[in-house]
């Protein structure tokens, strides 16, 4: 659960645009961007951490990685579990879908929610660069998808 005071996007929009417009993992400046972990997260540690925004290493942003997902080789340069370790894999070839940041207890829901409604063209965009020929079934899926909801 976020906190409760979450980052006011109108305070920090034109930093966060310049970070969404990075070619590198957005998820750890979104998470400094962020309001820290909320007091309600039930992470089982001694010290009170509320408003810290260090990574926790749960590794989502490296699972939900659609670069590494497609290149898992680039998985073996590091065992950590960290969004700098997700830096360090992707480096400059981040596919810039978000999902690293998405899906980061670490970065206010404020923040996901202007990165669904604002980059949803770029996402794509920089999914169509990525597919090779013969991965063109993910379209044919998003395709299948969208009708079926109308």
């Known amino acids: 659960m976020p906190n409760t005071r979450q980052t006011d996007i109108t305070a920090i929009r034109n930093i966060l645009e310049r970070v969404l417009d990075i070619s590198e993992s957005p998820v750890p400046r979104c998470r400094l961007l962020s309001s820290g972990f909320g007091p309600s997260h039930?992470?089982?540690?001694?010290?009170?951490?509320t408003g810290t925004r260090a990574c926790l290493g749960c590794g989502n942003c490296i699972d939900i990685c659609s670069l590494?997902?497609?290149?898992?080789?680039?998985?073996?340069?590091?065992?950590?579990?960290?969004?700098l370790a997700l830096e360090t894999m992707v480096g400059t070839?981040?596919?810039?879908?978000?999902?690293?940041?998405?899906?980061?207890?670490?970065?206010?829901?404020?923040?996901?929610?202007?990165?669904?409604?604002?980059?949803?063209?770029?996402?794509?965009?920089?999914?169509?660069?990525?597919?090779?020929?013969?991965?063109?079934?993910?379209?044919?899926?998003?395709?299948?998808?969208l009708n079926h909801h109308e």
Do not use: G, W
């Not at 039930?42 to 951490?49: K, M, S």
């Not at 670490?106 to 063209?121: L, S």
């Open 68 to 83: 590494l997902a497609r290149e898992p080789a680039r998985l073996k340069r590091t065992a950590q579990r960290t969004s």
């Open 93 to 145: 070839d981040c596919d810039r879908c978000y999902q690293c940041v998405l899906s980061c207890p670490q970065v206010d829901t404020t923040i996901k929610h202007y990165i669904v409604k604002t980059r949803a063209i770029e996402q794509m965009k920089h999914l169509l660069n990525h597919l090779k020929p013969n991965e063109d079934y993910y379209l044919d899926q998003f395709y299948l998808e």
């Open 42 to 49: 039930t992470l089982n540690v001694r010290e009170n951490i």
